[in-house]
């Protein structure tokens, strides 16, 4: 199974949702980073369960740093940190192996790994291993921070709902504002909207998907490197380590199907004897580089396939159809949980092409 991640900044993802714990060790993290500790725990409890909108499994996600950590620095040995499961209930997953979940692992992790697979809960394939993704990219925030880097997202579409987007010069202030919200929109009335839709998917048993839009404001120009190491296959590489991300893009993204040249280019200015862009349709990406322009990509999440509906599936004991009805505490929206876990892969992405590029400690 492949829970590694890296080469200059390594992370290795472990545990089970229903097992003793589940955590991460973080190596090649820079040594003499004076850790926030406050400010990891916020990180934490936006993607912590147990709010309006998620399941009611009731999770603390404080971390235990066991190693990698003296007197509040980072010393440059390997960070290990334990999240204990405190609250899980595997009697409502007793048939995982015989009958999948649509659109979960189930069935191809059954098939690959055999009678022995630990689906409870989802086992490993869970959205609860992003915890110790969401400790990691807290403190790769940190690490950023020193160099100017700021991160934040929001949750820009759900059904026909659209909250405003990120506008193509979003500042660091409006950033870390954003991270206040209760819930993480730009425009209130976009927050409410989609309240109410979660709730009416919640009232039927079902769930609903969403669109969330990142960026990064910062960085220095022609950070990453083409082909294979571009910056926009590194963001992706985390994204999709993230349970019902499916989908990708950068900038205008996949409206550029519906430019002409002369529309999708960003002409080069200078502006106050800085070379910028007039526009950042790109997304402050381009040849695989950064301009200097943020960094702005959107993320489609699939609906959470836990739903109390009843659905089709298959008995795979006895080789027959059968109906499957869900028990168990599930998110209406992943999405709302999944906003800091978009800003933690990217912090991940970021730390380990800035890492890449200079070596430079801190």
Do not use: W
């Not at 190491?229 to 590194?234: N, T």
């Not at 900038?251 to 910028?276: L, R």
């Not at 950064?290 to 836990?306: D, L, Q, R, W, Y």
């Amino acid at each position: 199974m492949a829970s590694v991640y890296g080469t200059k900044l390594k992370l290795s993802i472990f545990g089970e949702s229903h097992g003793e714990a589940i955590g991460v060790v973080i190596d090649g993290f820079p040594a003499g980073l004076k850790l926030d500790f406050d400010a990891i725990s916020a990180f934490m409890k936006r993607r912590a369960p147990g709010g309006s909108f998620s399941t009611k499994r009731k999770e603390a996600d404080i971390p235990r740093i066991v190693s990698g950590v003296s007197d509040g620095y980072t010393n440059g040995y390997p960070i290990c940190a334990v999240i204990e499961n405190t609250n899980q209930h595997s009697a409502s997953y007793q048939d995982k192996m015989t009958v999948p979940r649509p659109s979960h692992a189930d069935f191809a992790a059954a098939i690959k790994y055999g009678e022995h697979t630990e689906l409870h809960g989802g086992g490993h394939f869970s959205g609860r291993l992003t915890a110790p993704l969401v400790f990691a990219g807290a403190l790769c925030s940190q690490y950023l921070a020193t160099k100017g880097v700021e991160i934040a997202a929001h949750i820009k579409q759900m059904l026909d709902v659209t909250d405003r987007a990120f506008d193509m010069n979003v500042t660091a202030d409006t950033l870390r504002e954003l991270k206040t919200h209760a819930f993480p929109t730009l425009d209130e009335k976009a927050a409410t909207a989609f309240a109410d839709i979660i709730n009416a998917a919640q009232e039927k048993g079902d769930s609903v998907g969403a669109k969330l839009e990142c960026a990064a404001v910062g960085l220095p120009v022609s950070l990453g490197e083409h082909i294979f190491e571009s910056v926009e296959a590194e963001i992706s590489q985390l994204m999709f380590a993230i349970p019902a991300v499916k989908g990708i893009e950068f900038g205008a993204g996949f409206d550029f199907c519906k430019m002409y040249g002369s529309e999708a280019n960003d002409a080069y200015e200078y502006v106050d004897g800085k070379i910028v862009t007039k526009t950042n349709n790109c997304g402050g990406i381009v040849g695989g580089m950064t301009t200097g322009m943020p960094i702005i990509f959107s993320v489609a999440m699939k609906p959470t396939p836990s739903i109390f509906t009843e659905q089709d599936s298959v008995d795979m004991a006895n080789g027959v159809n059968t109906k499957l009805q869900i028990n168990g505490r599930h998110d209406p929206c992943i999405a709302v949980r999944a906003v800091p876990v978009i800003e933690a892969g990217c912090a991940v992405a970021l730390t380990e092409l800035m890492l890449k590029a200079d070596g430079r400690k801190l």
